[in-house]
């Protein structure tokens, strides 16, 4: 973001509750009245845990099969990092 070319959209409303991905150098802005605040919490590690369901559509013994898909995750983990 050089400011020269950036561009601000309008905010727009969030109609539900849910998780979301912020991005580097993305703005948050909380609804006017809102009690909760953000602040830092120095190093703290959260963990988040939550079910994860494949369907697997296709051949394969079962051992393959996983081996494959764990190898897509922790690509996927990879890239996160």
Do not use: C, W
């Amino acid at each position: 973001m050089n400011g020269e070319n950036e561009q601000i959209s309008e905010p727009e409303l969030v109609e539900s509750d849910g998780l979301a991905v912020v991005h580097k150098d993305q703005r948050i802005f909380p609804a006017e009245g809102m009690a909760a605040t953000l602040t830092s919490m120095g190093g703290t590690i959260v963990n988040y845990y939550f079910p994860v369901e494949i369907e697997i559509i296709g051949t394969g013994t079962a051992n393959t099969l996983a081996e494959e898909i764990y190898a897509a995750l922790q690509q996927g983990l990879d890239a996160l990092a």
